[in-house]
């Protein structure tokens, strides 16, 4: 059965770093396009990054020149360094494919505050 499991969340302060990681079970990995999505309080879910199974990597405005998306695929992960945190990017951060089409995991929640 698909599932995700992410971990590398936390509290950080403004400016700071983290990486989360995805690792990810089936067959389905290697052969997609993988995104990091983010729930912030009061907001819906929303993607911040994609990566394809090759490699080209996607955006949103808000944290593009800040996070970097990367995967292993001989792993099953999927990666995002995030730099120069802000406390907008406080949030509840996923995997999931692009576009979402397996069950959400737990998530795991990054917390921006001094």
């Known amino acids: 059965q698909a599932q995700f499991v992410e971990s590398g969340g936390g509290l950080v302060q403004p400016g700071g770093s983290l990486r989360l990681s995805c690792a990810a079970s089936g067959t389905f990995f290697r052969l997609s396009a993988m995104g990091w999505y983010r729930q912030g309080p009061g907001n819906q879910r929303e993607q911040v990054a994609r990566?394809?199974?090759?490699?080209?990597?996607n955006y949103v405005n808000s944290v593009r020149g800040r996070f970097t998306i990367s995967r292993d695929n001989a792993k099953n992960t999927v990666y995002l360094q995030m730099n120069s945190l802000r406390p907008e990017d406080t949030a509840v951060y996923y995997c999931?494919?692009?576009?979402?089409?397996?069950?959400w995991g737990q998530g795991t929640q990054v917390t921006v505050s001094s």
């Open positions: 999931n494919t692009h576009p979402a089409l397996i069950s």
């Open positions: 990566i394809t199974s090759t490699g080209s990597t």
